[in-house]
Nanobody
Framework: QVQLVESGGGLVQAGGSLRLSCAAS????????MAWYRQAPGKQRELVAA???????NYAGSVKGRFTISRDNAKNTVFLQMNSLKSEDTAVYYC???????????????WGQGTQVTVSS
């Protein structure tokens, strides 16, 4: 069994910072890519940032330069440092990870339950 649990969400003022964490636990053989998605009210879910096991990153244009994704492979944890927050960053943030639970199984995408980030103006 694999679980992803996000933490660090909350209410912040525009221009402030917030750091999200997502820890994967359970039976894990390996983790490939990890990512953060978000879904704002009235909008579809979008990819915010992704990071491979080797550390390569990709960001949505709207957050590039403000957000930083990182990971601690030893702890199976991915982070999202969010700086210079804007009201349009308000959304439920979800973490996702491609995980294999055994050496002979292929990677499967797992999702966390989400954490609310609200940026007030």
């Amino acid at each position: 069994q694999v679980q992803l649990v996000e933490s660090g969400g909350g209410l912040v003022q525009a221009g402030g910072s917030l750091r999200l964490s997502c820890a994967a636990s359970g039976t894990i053989f390996s983790i490939n890519a990890m990512a953060w998605y978000r879904q704002a009210p009235g909008k579809q879910r979008e990819l915010v940032a992704a990071i491979t096991s080797g550390g390569s990153t990709n960001y949505a244009g709207s957050v590039k330069g403000r957000f930083t994704i990182s990971r601690d492979n030893a702890k199976n944890t991915v982070f999202l440092q969010m700086n210079s927050l804007k009201s349009e960053d308000t959304a439920v943030y979800y973490c996702a990870a491609d995980i294999s639970t055994t050496w002979f199984t292929s990677l499967k995408e797992y999702w966390g339950q989400g954490t609310q980030v609200t940026v007030s103006s």
